[in-house]
């Protein structure tokens, strides 16, 4: 015999009248027992919950006769409606102003929920846990994704806790099926891979993997090479970058990835092909694949810690290029959120600040939404002083009057909350997505989070911003109410403090995405340091292709010039070190045909170009930019020598700063240019006559395709190359600005909530001072000197402390930052006092064409 | 005299407390009623109307002695009191009376009723 839940009881016990609370509850406990033996434990809890409900009405009829709770919650929400229904345009101002907050609130609190929920559709998910080494580099205890190769099965082997281990490698290889060509990022894995991952199928089976020569695609990679045909069966081509060619046959076709996939397979293959094509280093522990995962039984990770540590000590004694100091495992759900501070992880998100800081401003701007509905309460209480005075006297009790109060913003909170998922659902939610770049389903990870967050909403908005009219109005005795001698309202001090507070939140909020908004703009006009126009770079793939390719583009009549380059600026950035005595400098250098830096108009400062037709001169020649003489400390660096790449060359150039990478993600580093006797190179880069680049692609990539079938045609137009970053600068603009406009609603909203209340209720006063010949300058001034304080320190403190903190987040996110422009505090100024004025004077206008018959004559 | 008018439902409840006699409460009752009538009888709506009847005068109740499959809880037995017998009989002639009146043939499952 087994008792019901206790809460069950609870329950019951409260649904039961009092009167017939002992015999209720033995026959209802004696019918659940009943009910457990037939037809189990659930089915029997939820008729017993059905039970407590249909008892609620007995409840309801045998207290209602008793005790008024019921008939005055009835009242209190037949007042409230009223009280709302009085003033609409103030109850109309704090539910769209909470509703806004509440829309911006889900938006934000989902994007959080699903950002840590990453990757949760893998039935292991808990157990999962991928093994990263950790190395030492200069000190640092540094992460890196890729394990040693034979890490996993020897973790098999050893230890009967390890369920499945998967080893995971990406290469690139170029994959060929019929006319479609282009390169890859393929994925070599165990069988267990498709085990450990549950990765939707759409066709053929998990265990496709353990057959040598199949290969399972992505849905989108079926589309690319297969368009509306069936790839099961088909046979496609790849070569990989070691050289080999090998034919694959589709073995299976991956459903559409989950949303919520940090990472995901679009071409896999069987991990034996991978060993052939590295001769078979699977026992080498100086070898590493990309990423180990392990799926363990329920035990704790920290029973690998031991073998983990001897296996450290194994992969030393392989006296491999990088030493492997440790291992850590990182659990799947985490993996995500780590990504950052992996070297070369599989699994890509956001860090966990970027994950709290969306919500952080969605509290943020549901609190200003609180304070605003505060301040709007207490001044709407106001007009409803003597109704609480004569409840008081009646004999309500304080608790009555706390409850009418609650009650009214429990109503408020809960209309607001339904336009607020209207409002996430047909503007924030679609809104954000597209800024952020990915499809965030407006859903919760599961149905429990979604009741908690509501709730909490709920009661947050309901019960805190609630609290303060309903503790403090309650308290109020009624013979001070109907004296008259209380002074409430308009010289409130609290309400003042959350004015202050707020508009405090909306200077930061609007100086902040200005400074912001103006960096970024800054960074979007920045100049290269060369000319990225008619651009054109096309990869090649040997010496063949490129001389053939040259000869083509050499009889194109719109290609003004035609140069040939080993790595390519903006497009493929090669670092190598340079040994200068005891120092090791990071360069970047590119060998170039001669030519190559007037085609790019790279602005020489000293000495010369690389000349035509002196190979041999040239080949013992340099050009670098003005970091690399900088950081060699060179004054003159024309005829400085330097041995590099095994040849000691003679500088001969000097040229200016450029970028090679996007503004905020590098900084300018030290450049190297050399003109070797026999390149190989890898881009033929062009120039075309203004507007004729899209053509000549046209026309190389025909003639591409004639000559290296096998390979895919990867081309770049230079002045395109820098478009991603720039999106991002653009998302971070919107979002910005949108947070900015909705902290500038929220705090006219507020502002004009409390004036149209306050000015309303002076009208007679208005009246008084017209009537006793006061100009409206006069009437004007009254108010100004009212409110014209809290705008004004609200904007002392707040600009400095957004000024401070937002040049300090700045830093980190561009690494040029422009000083703080004067004009922009002034339109940050203006944009607000311009709304808040508007705000204001409507109102003001109002009081100035106050006729004083009209309100003084009447009641 | 629509104050003691009684309900269909009531009436049931009434007749069903006579059938059990002594050992009329609540859950007997409710499972008499579902095994008779075939209908499901909720808990609140059946606690409802034997309130209620209480409330009118129809039964009366006394406790009876707890046992352990209903959590230590005592059972209520009800009685039908002289006042609720007399309604229960005068619900029972109004009927009888109506299907008196009804003309014969007009019922033509009952042809003969009279």
Redesign the interface.
């Known amino acids: 015999?087994s008792?019901p839940p206790k809460i069950v009881l609870k329950l019951l016990a409260y649904c039961t009248?009092y009167s017939?609370i002992?015999?209720?509850?033995?026959?209802?406990?004696?019918?659940y027992?009943e009910r457990l033996e037939e037809k189990g434990a659930a089915k029997a809890r939820l008729l017993l919950l059905?039970?407590c409900?249909?008892?609620?009405?007995?409840k309801i009829?045998?207290t209602s006769k008793t005790s008024g709770t019921y008939i005055m919650i009835g009242n209190y929400i037949k007042t409230s409606s009223r009280a709302l229904l009085k003033n609409p345009v103030t109850s109309a101002i704090s539910i769209f102003g909470l509703a806004l907050a509440i829309g911006c609130a889900i938006t934000t609190f989902i994007f959080m929920d699903f950002q840590l929920h990453l990757d949760s559709f893998h039935p292991h998910v808990n157990n999962t846990y991928q093994v990263v080494s950790k190395v030492i580099e200069k000190d640092e205890l540094v992460l890196h994704g890729p394990s040693p190769l034979p890490l996993s099965q020897s973790l098999l082997a050893d230890q009967p806790e390890v369920k499945f281990a998967v080893r995971m490698q990406y290469e690139q290889a170029n994959v060929r099926f019929d006319r479609n060509v282009f390169q890859e990022r393929v994925l070599f894995a165990d069988p267990s891979f498709m085990h450990a991952f549950e990765f939707p199928l759409r066709y053929g089976s998990r265990s496709a993997l353990e057959t040598r020569g199949n290969i399972m695609i992505s849905e989108k990679m079926a589309t690319k090479y297969f368009g509306e045909y069936n790839p099961m069966g088909q046979q496609m081509n790849l070569q990989f970058a070691q050289g080999a060619k090998q034919t694959f046959v589709v073995a299976g076709v991956f459903d559409e990835q989950p949303v919520n996939a940090s990472f995901g397979p679009s071409l896999l293959l069987p991990i034996e092909h991978y060993f052939d094509l590295q001769d078979q280093r699977e026992n080498d522990w100086s070898a590493f694949n990309s990423a180990t995962f392990v799926v363990l039984d329920e035990s704790n990770p920290s029973a690998l810690d031991e073998i983990l540590a001897t296996y450290a000590g194994v992969q030393n004694a392989a006296n491999g290029e990088l030493k492997v100091d440790g291992f850590e495992l990182i659990r799947l759900p985490e993996l995500s959120h780590r990504s950052w501070e992996i070297h070369q992880s599989v699994s890509h998100g956001n860090s966990l600040d970027g994950v709290y800081g969306m919500p952080f401003i969605g509290t943020l701007l549901l609190i200003m939404a609180c304070f605003n509905y505060v301040n709007v309460a207490v001044s709407t209480a106001t007009k409803r002083l003597k109704e609480i005075a004569v409840r008081k006297v009646m004999g309500s009790a304080r608790q009555g009057i706390i409850w009418l109060f609650l009650v009214e913003n429990l109503l408020i909170s809960l209309f607001s909350i339904f336009l607020g998922v209207a409002l996430c659902y047909y503007f924030f939610q679609p809104g954000f997505s597209a800024m952020a770049g990915i499809e965030i389903p407006l859903a919760f990870s599961s149905p429990q989070i979604a009741i908690y967050f509501f709730l909490g909403i709920f009661l947050l908005t309901g019960i805190v911003s609630g609290a303060y009219p309903a503790f403090y109005i309650s308290k109020f005795q009624p013979i001070a109410i109907m004296k008259g001698s209380l002074k409430f309202g308009n010289s409130n001090l609290f309400s003042k403090v959350l004015l202050t507070l707020q508009l405090f939140i909306a200077f930061t909020s609007i100086i902040g995405s200005l400074i912001f908004t103006d960096n970024a703009m800054f960074v979007k006009e920045l100049d290269w340091g060369y000319d990225p126009d008619n651009i054109l770079a096309i990869k090649v793939n040997d010496q063949k292709q490129y001389d053939l390719l040259m000869e083509e583009a050499l009889s194109n009549n719109s290609v003004t010039a035609a140069v040939g380059a080993t790595g390519h600026i903006g497009v493929d950035n090669r670092f190598t070190v340079v040994n200068q005595l005891e120092d090791q400098i990071k360069t970047l250098s590119y060998d170039v045909s001669p030519g190559y830096l007037e085609t790019l108009n790279v602005p020489l400062l000293e000495g010369r170009y690389f000349e035509e037709n002196k190979s041999l001169q040239e080949s013992k020649s340099m050009v670098v930019n003005r970091a690399f003489s900088d950081r060699m400390g060179w004054d003159s660096p024309i005829g400085k020598t330097l041995t590099f790449d095994g040849v000691d060359r003679t500088v001969v150039g000097l040229t200016d700063n450029f970028h090679h990478t996007f503004f905020g993600y590098d900084e300018i580093r030290p450049m190297i240019f050399t003109a070797n006797e026999t390149p190989q190179y890898d881009y033929l880069v062009l120039k075309t006559e203004p507007g004729n680049t899209v053509m000549v692609d046209g026309a190389m990539q025909e003639t591409f395709h004639q000559i290296a079938p096998d390979d895919p045609y990867s081309k770049y137009y230079q002045d395109e190359i820098f478009n991603r970053a720039y999106n991002n600068v653009d998302t971070n603009i919107a979002l910005m600005v949108t947070i900015a406009v909705i902290s500038i609603i929220l705090s006219c909203l507020g502002l004009y909530g409390l004036l149209s209340f306050n000015i309303q209720k002076r009208f007679k006063e208005f009246g008084i001072r017209k009537a006793l010949g006061a100009e409206w300058q006069h009437i004007v001034k009254t108010i100004a000197k009212q409110y014209a304080p809290i705008i004004l320190v609200s904007f002392v403190i707040g600009v400095p402390i957004a000024t401070y903190f937002i040049n300090g987040t700045g830093h980190s996110m561009f690494s040029i930052t422009k000083p703080l422009n004067p004009l922009t505090v002034l339109l940050a100024l203006t944009i607000i006092i311009s709304s808040l004025g508007i705000t204001v004077f409507s109102q003001i206008y109002k009081a100035t064409r106050v006729n004083p018959s009209d309100v003084l004559k009447s009641e | 005299m629509s104050k003691n008018q009684l309900g269909e439902f009531e009436e049931i409840v009434m007749l069903t407390i006579g059938v059990l006699n002594d050992n009329a409460y609540g859950l007997a009752i409710k499972k008499e009623i579902e095994e008779r009538t075939s209908r499901s009888v909720s808990m609140g709506a059946l606690h409802t109307a034997l309130y209620r009847l209480e409330d009118k005068g129809f039964l009366t109740s006394e406790l009876g002695e707890a046992t352990k499959v209903r959590g230590g809880k005592p059972k209520r037995f009800f009685k039908v009191t002289i006042f609720g017998q007399k309604n229960l009989q005068q619900a029972m002639e109004d009927r009888q009376q109506l299907w008196k009146d009804i003309p014969s043939g007009v019922f033509e499952l009952f042809p003969s009723s009279k």
């Open positions: 015999m008792a009248p017939r002992d015999d209720i509850e033995g026959d209802t406990l004696e019918l027992q059905t039970d409900l249909s008892l609620l009405k007995l009829l045998t």
